[in-house]
């Protein structure tokens, strides 16, 4: 099997990203997103996140995107500031690989190498087993579940919250 490389995103990245992100609006559970975005509404999240310093890396084999995963604000008011919460996205053929574990390792790196002190998983439906085993991988730990907060594809879906410190977490004020 042909390595994975995983890099920076980039702009020609988008029609990728977008196509994973369709799938997963129109499909899946892990947004609450009802319709998905287009490309010029990617470009500009892609940018929004780069701009304001957070990560955003893709997943590459064989000269195909296979998944993207990136970490921006937790939530916007400044004392949130060192908090991240991730997203993970992986195209339906290669699920089930080590693509998103491979993808959360290198973003909790780069998390870290930026000064972040926390990553929050927010995980959309308490039945995405994969994405939580994932996390818990990774060192998240399960923190609290929403029940039925969202309604998607004819039912209830629970987020489920995970946490996992980084770098010097709350050891030290921030820099």
């Known amino acids: 099997m042909t390595p994975l490389s995983i890099r920076p995103a980039v702009a020609a990245d988008i029609a990728a990203i977008t196509?994973?992100?369709?799938?997963?609006?129109e499909h899946g559970t892990a947004s609450f997103e009802l319709e998905p975005p287009d490309?010029?509404?990617?470009?500009?999240?892609?940018q929004a996140l780069l701009q304001n310093g957070y990560p955003y890396l893709v997943a590459e084999r064989a000269g195909t995107i296979a998944?993207?995963?990136?970490?921006?604000?937790?939530?916007a008011r400044p004392a949130y500031h060192w908090s991240v919460e991730d997203s993970?996205?992986?195209?339906?053929?290669?699920?089930r690989q080590r693509v998103g574990s491979q993808l959360l390792t290198h973003l909790i790196e780069e998390a870290e190498r930026r000064g972040f002190r926390q990553m929050i998983a927010v995980i959309g439906d308490s039945a995405q087993t994969p994405?939580?085993?994932?996390?818990?991988?990774?060192?998240?730990?399960?923190?609290?579940t929403l029940r039925s907060v969202g309604f998607k594809h004819g039912r209830w879906l629970d987020t489920v919250?995970?946490?996992?410190?980084?770098?010097?977490?709350?050891?030290?004020?921030?820099?």
């Open 19 to 25: 196509r994973i992100y369709r799938h997963a609006v």
């Open 39 to 46: 490309q010029a509404e990617m470009a500009r999240r892609l």
């Open 67 to 75: 998944g993207y995963a990136y970490a921006g604000a937790y939530r």
């Open 88 to 95: 993970i996205y992986v195209t339906p053929d290669m699920q």
């Open 131 to 144: 994405s939580i085993a994932v996390h818990e991988r990774a060192g998240f730990m399960h923190i609290g």
């Open 161 to 175: 919250l995970m946490q996992r410190a980084l770098g010097s977490s709350d050891a030290t004020p921030p820099s």
